[in-house]
């Protein structure tokens, strides 16, 4: 029966005129026979005849044959005629069904036209879609089958199987097209190694990657399986010369999986490092290209309301959606191919560049995309040579701040004068905070409110807040990790001055301007809030890195147009109410993009740097938050560009004086002017009159100081740096946060204190800046404010002005300078013996040394502000011949002149003071007991500086250093470094020095050092290369630490080519770092040793650097630096004095565990005053039991009260030394003063 069944089958091919049901009913005796195939008495059926059979039935080509064929060949593969079929090759067993399954796979490939369906009857469709879901379903029952005898197989009748599985690719489960790829690594069919490697290549690209309709999953897993081959060794050439990769690329706009498309793009990342340009530039295109699934995606506003007519919706994005937008996909792509271009591949560096500057000012793309885009390109950066790095981060946590792009929405205490301060609440500290936005009260557009728009803002009060798009939280902003370093052929410029020699061939330049003009573009058109914001916030730190932009000078002026403009006619977007920014958040992030500007003053006409000036004259009052910045970049314009700040000066002062009510403006306002004071080439233009507003300006601040103290409320700083822009409910959280509530606290006493003082400080400054003949035209106006009236009535004068009524009476008529006194006194024996006397006059202490025989006398007037030597001697006359002693027995005209005394001390100090005239009592000098007390206590006085002492760290970090032992090891430094030093001070030997070392030892801490001086400030730089290094027995330098760690204030030169860590050189006493770091990193080049030694005088005409302020925690930000500026070599030293100065003083001012400072100058007030009550009461015990002259013989009658009618600061004051007519009634003679008592001068004489 087998043999006549086999016959029938066989014979199909020739006698086509059977019946057809006659062959079906063969085919379908042999599938049953299978099915009972091993029961008894069944017969044995042989395999390869079997085939054979069945192949010939399959030439009908009759699809109700096919699906029964397929039906046996199942039976083949299940029962118990399974042993005999994995016992036989498969080669012809996969033919059959491939040709019996040919109808099903031919039409997923090509589905059926629409006219051949027009013509075809329903009825036959109908049948046709029947048969075509029996025979695939009879072609996934077989797939399953061979899965489960797949370990049975062997290695030929798995590859038979394969060609199966990748004809029938559309019919595979998940897990089967596992088993297929997963052969297809073990065979390694698609490794170029494999002679059929290109057609299983092509298949799996045209079967399983690129169809859509599969599962993504799938797709994954074969774009996986290809990977493996391409990564093998060489086969990536072979990959792009078979065209493989171009292959991918044919849907790649039209796909919709993001999951699949990430995949796809990170294979594709990979594949551009070894791909041939026309491929490369292909596949940079194609990323690039719009992704057509995106145009059916609603463009929604994050906000459920309806948005004015005039405003822009806002794009989905990725934090607003559960993906990433498509274009999105790609664009990282693009990023991470660059990142992998640069070290070696400028050109296709260079491509991709352009294609992102391309997609970053595209509007028809998803915000996400662009700003992936922006991410890449604002974080690109040069070295000093010109090649090209990417930095893994910005420094700009300031302006993201002020955008409210962070989480931590306010940080350190500030005294930033009305923005910052108002991001200080943590939603670490206080998560309800993070659940509210601050909404704008007026919807985008420069006319007033229109009802539509006020009724979207009033909508727009009730909605909840949408989190931003961007960031500066974001785990990673970038797709992978840059580069460690600079590229060595993606250049930013080509150095005209390279030498010849030198190969330029391989170094490839960016076009910075295209990227200039992008931002541009995009400060003047963009209505994307996110894509607005992210410039604003990231275009600052960029201009930092100066030579990034040599080859970009016209779009740089182009540029500093633009903002100026902006800023002039406040053109710039105004952001949306959801934003919770306001347009004076705009303005500050322009002015400092503005401020990083001033370093490319080279550039500029006169007139374009006047414009600078001016714009930040604007902005000082112009907004709320604006103040603190333009006064910050003023300073820098002080330095920078002097003539146009000279020029701007009057309209300068004028806006400072009307906000000088502002306290939390004060000490920038007064830093600023402290600086100014002392750069004479900027103010010399100003006139005398046009100096009094800047008195006025100090007596307002004193004026505000004491109206503050008196109401009680010395913390009055800490009020203002509440938010002002904060809804009641949130400026009640701010005010519930322990922490931050006693950090402010401490710190608004502090800088209270530091603004009161530093005030007397620029009085000072600007008081030595007039000229001699002018000063005492200003003191009558200036004793007179700083007079005031206390709570009973009286005029009081504080210590803080009755020290700057001193310093004033000492340099209105003299402009000597300091004094010293003789080596020895007398200078010769023949003047006779010293007479030596101390009095107390008004708050002075003069000391009167006499020479007895010639007369000759030495005074010292010791006063609050400083100390003066000076002689006196009496011109006497030759003795006429014919005159006669008074007396011939007096000892004074005795020939000896050694022990010859013919004057006293007493009689200088009448000729000085004393007439017929009735002296008030209370003004009478008090003479000083010859006694030890008196001795030492005018020798400690005399220890007292006359100058206000700093002493400042200067810290020098080299190449890759980060470990402070390293640091502090440090011998040497840069040539520029060198330069730095040179003009911080004057290099001065501290063995024997006549000044205050500030602790600094020769014998321990080498023999120089750098110091600096005016009329009122000492700083004494402890700079650590130039203190002995012994490694050996000090391996960890702690002999310069116990100085560096010492200093409130350290200067760190950073040349490491890293960021500098404010823990790196830890110290309880360090508050804050001022780190300088060349504005470009610093190129393989331009490091020591590199280039040969050069004979000339380095030229650092045209070098630039970062200054930024680092304080601890608790610090405020009172520095022009507490965000970097740029500054030029020329300029650094002095910029950066004034700063470790200001922050010194802060420092020893507000440092509460040093107990309360005191000046220089206010301490040697205090002193005096303590040796005159000591005086005061002496005298007055001595008077008492001393019998006088007058009639009743005794003096008690006339006893004067010697102790002047004076108060201390904490209740009053006194007035010591006062110039002008002050109307005081306490510095009047007082009631008890008698004719006799104000002229019985031997009382005080003797």
Known sequence: MVSLLHTFLLETSERQDRNLNVTRGAVDIFRDLLAAYGQDGMPTISFDMLIDSLQSAATRQDGRINTDILDVCLSMLQGEYTSTTVQHP?????????????????????????????????????????????????????????????????????????????????????????LYFDFCKTERLCYPEHSEWTHFSRELVKNFILPQDKDPEVRIQALGTLDDAYTSSNAAPLFDKQGLIQSLLVKFTEERSHHFLDALVSFLVKASENCNEDTFRLLVETFGSHIAKEDDVEQLSPIAAPAPSHSTPRPVSSTEGSEASLSNVATVGLVRIFLRSLKDAPINAGIIYEKLIEIAQSRSRPTDSRLTALKLLFRLRCDSAGSICVIPATENEFLIAVLCRTIDLTSRPSVSDESTSERTLKTEENPSLSQVGRLSLKEPGSGPLSTSSARATAQLRTLKWTPPVWTFAEPKSLPEDPPPFASAHTVAYLNSNMPEQLDQGRKIPLKINLWLETIISLFQQEKDWDIYSYVLAHLGPQLINRDLFQSAIPQIKLLRSVLCEQIKNESFLEPLGWTGVKKADIATCILDSLTMLISFHQHFAKSEQDEIVRTFIQGIGSWE??????????????????????????????????????????????????????????????????????????????????????????????????????????????????????????????????????????????????????????????????????????????????????????????????????????????????????????MSIVTIETAGASGLTQITKRQASGTTYATYQQRTAPVLPHQIPTYPVSHSLSDDTSSRTAIFPSHVLLQMIATAMPIPTSMQPIPLPEDDFTRRAISSFDRNDIVDGHKIGVIYIGEGQTKEAEILANEAGSPDYDYFLSGLGTKVSIKDAKFNTQGLHSDYDGEYTYAWRDRVTEIIYYVATMMPTNLEADPQCVNKKRHIGNSFVNIIFNRSNLSFNFDTIPSQFNFVNIVISPASRISPAHRPGFEHESPDTPDFSNTFYVVKVMTKADFPELSPSAIPKVISCKNLAAFVRIIALNASFYSMVSNRDSGEHLSSWHNRLREIRRLRDRASAFVSGLESTTDGPSEGGSYSSYRRNTKPVIQPEEMATHAAGRSGTVPSSEWAPQADTSVFSGLDFSRWGR
């Open 90 to 178: 498969w080669a012809g067993f996969i033919h059959l069904i491939l040709t019996c399954s040919q109808r099903v796979l031919d039409a997923h490939v090509l589905p059926v036209s629409p006219d051949l369906a027009r013509q075809t009857s329903p009825s036959r469709v109908n049948a046709v879609d029947d048969l075509h879901s029996n025979i695939s379903a009879n072609i996934r029952r077989i797939l399953t089958a061979i899965d489960e005898l797949w370990p049975k197989l062997d290695g030929e009748q798995k590859l038979n199987s394969s060609n199966l599985f990748a004809a029938a690719h559309s019919h595979l489960s998940t897990s089967q097209a596992r």
């Open 625 to 842: 938050g604006t103040s603190r910045g333009c006064i910050h970049a003023l300073s820098v314009c002080c330095h920078e560009i002097p003539l146009s700040v000279t020029k701007a000066l009057n309209p300068i002062l004028d806006k400072m004086s009307k906000i000088i009510t502002r306290s939390n403006i004060a000490a920038h306002i007064l830093e600023f002017l402290a600086l100014l004071a002392r750069l004479p080439e900027v103010y010399v233009n100003l006139r005398e009159q046009e100096i009094r507003p800047l008195f006025g300006i100090c007596v307002r601040f004193i004026q505000t100081s004491r109206e503050r103290y008196k109401s009680g409320d010395p913390l009055s700083f800490r009020s203002s740096s509440l938010p002002s822009r904060l809804s009641g409910g949130l400026k009640e959280l701010a005010t519930t946060q322990p922490t931050s509530e006693s950090i402010d606290s401490a710190n608004a006493d502090g800088l209270s204190r530091y603004v009161y003082i530093l005030t007397y400080h620029v009085m000072v400054f600007w008081f030595l800046s007039l000229k001699l003949q002018d000063r005492v035209n200003h003191v009558n106006w200036i004793s007179k404010r700083l007079i005031f009236t206390d709570e009973h009535g009286n005029d009081v004068v504080d210590e803080q002005s009755q020290v700057f009524i001193d310093f004033m009476q000492r340099v209105t008529f003299s402009d000597l300078g300091d004094t010293i006194p003789f080596e020895k006194f007398p200078p010769s024996d023949s003047d006779g013996p010293v007479i030596k006397r101390s009095w107390i006059v008004g």
